[in-house]
């Protein structure tokens, strides 16, 4: 896959050039069952077992024989708590110790990152903001509606920021945006998403952690 190209846009919200996004998407081919992959272990990620039921040794109740043993014409049983009795234990129930955790490696999730940053890219719903920066939170809002204005935007927004940037303060309040970090991106949370825009400071760490490979003039890779 060529080098993408994202479009420029200043803090009025216009496009002013276009600029490329050097990142090693030639490894995106083939990643749409990755990504879907990542995602859903994403979700499992964030489950907690809090199902739990008791079972007949933890129900409140009488532990003396249900029936005389013999003579009833009735099956044989020991105490009202066995599952078959309402108000009984559970047999085989969620304990609340349950671990739904699926494990991803590393290169993996980078894979299918990039496949999904390709895809955003490919139709043309990455941005790239020129020196963005507020002072407070009202100033952001009003080149957010700039922005969906000029560019006719419709949906969630991202804000792709690199790792300390002062306009997440500003930006975490605004109505259906979404911040996003440069170190710990995903494949859910970026497709959640409708257009991402991204900061110089983001550009330069996303081109650091998934740059291209050069061949330098001994043959190696750097």
């Known amino acids: 896959m060529k080098n993408l190209k994202i479009a420029v846009i200043n803090a009025q919200g216009e496009v002013v050039g276009e600029t490329k996004l050097a990142l090693r998407l030639g490894e995106t081919s083939g990643a749409v069952a990755l990504v879907a992959q990542t995602a859903r272990a994403f ?4 489950r907690k077992a809090r199902a739990h039921a008791k079972t007949r040794a933890e129900v409140v109740g009488s532990g003396a024989k249900i029936w005389r043993q013999k003579g009833t ?29 699926q494990k991803i490696s590393q290169k993996m999730g980078r894979r299918a990152v990039l496949a999904v940053l390709a895809d955003k890219a490919k139709e043309k719903k990455i941005l790239l903001v020129k020196e963005l920066g507020f002072a407070k939170t009202k100033e952001a809002a009003a080149f957010l509606d700039k922005v969906r204005q000029s560019l006719k935007i419709e ?16 930006l975490s309040n605004l109505a259906d945006t979404i911040i996003l970090s440069t170190a710990s991106l995903n494949p859910y949370l970026l497709l959640q998403t409708d257009f991402i825009l991204l900061t110089e400071e983001a550009l330069k760490a996303l081109e650091v952690s998934f740059g291209k490979v050069e061949e330098k003039e001994d043959g190696q890779r750097h």
């Not at 949906?155 to 500003?170: C, I, N, P, T, W």
């Open 73 to 101: 014409g009735r099956a044989r049983h020991g105490d009202r708590q066995a599952p078959i009795f309402v108000g009984g234990g559970v047999a085989h129930g969620p304990t609340g110790a349950q671990n739904y955790r």
């Open 155 to 170: 949906g969630k927004v991202a804000f792709l920021l690199a790792k300390g940037e002062e306009s997440r303060r500003y």
């Open 43 to 46: 979700l499992a990620n964030q």
